[in-house]
């Protein structure tokens, strides 16, 4: 064998060990963390009425205003409706004059630190390795790669809808199951409600 074929015979073995290395090393890494690509930032929407209904008379906030609990919002007749707690105001009714009963919100606002990072899995796709208190990281999508980081608040009892999956014997429901990451709304004020985002949760 001449010195030729001894170099490509040494290259293709090393070639093939490294990308046996590199697999594992992937399976390795990938096996310890359940994957959730599509998750987003979410808090639920606090809606604000009238107790009594009236004609709105005026309003103190703007939709992106911080208020604290208790500040005035509106006043409908003669009742002041009041923020439920600190928070950002998201919309606002502005039609001075207009009637306002007590089903309809004058008002609707989040409060920043019940923001969680929330995203389904499928039962049979690493539900079973999950547990409330394990640590996480996520990315956003406006954010590039930044990689943020968090912990497991809470996992669904009961299962969403999910898709029919058709195969040769039966019909199934992919049953999917909401979970919640908590992060440190302080450290990461630029994260907004509503942005998409990427989870791996460490089994």
């Known amino acids: 064998m001449n010195t030729r074929n001894k170099i490509i015979i040494v290259s293709a073995i090393f070639i093939l060990l490294a990308g046996a290395i590199g697999g594992l090393v992937y399976w390795k890494y990938s096996s310890a963390r359940v994957y959730i690509e599509d998750a987003k930032i979410y808090a639920p929407t606090i809606n604000l009425?009238?107790?009594?209904?009236?004609?709105?008379?005026?309003?103190?906030?703007?939709?992106?205003?911080?208020?604290?609990?208790?500040?005035?919002?509106?006043?409908?007749?003669?009742?002041?409706?009041?923020?439920?707690?600190?928070?950002?105001?998201?919309?606002?009714?502005?039609?001075?004059?207009?009637?306002?009963?007590?089903t309809t919100a004058v008002a609707t606002m989040i409060n920043p630190s019940d923001l969680r990072i929330i995203g389904e899995t499928q039962e049979d796709k690493g539900l079973k390795y999950l547990l409330v208190g394990q640590q996480a990281y996520f990315t956003v999508d406006a954010f590039g790669s930044k990689k943020y980081y968090g912990t497991v608040d809470e996992i669904s009892e009961t299962s969403n809808e999910g898709d029919i999956v058709f195969n040769i014997s039966d019909t199934r429901e992919e049953k999917t199951f909401d979970v919640k990451v908590r992060f440190d709304v302080n450290q990461y004020s630029e994260l907004k409600n509503g942005m998409s985002a990427k989870l791996w949760i460490y089994k």
């Open 49 to 102: 009425y009238s107790k009594v209904g009236g004609t709105l008379q005026n309003v103190y906030v703007n939709a992106g205003d911080y208020v604290k609990m208790n500040d005035p919002i509106a006043r409908i007749g003669n009742e002041l409706v009041k923020a439920k707690s600190d928070g950002l105001i998201l919309t606002v009714e502005t039609s001075i004059g207009t009637a306002y009963g007590t």
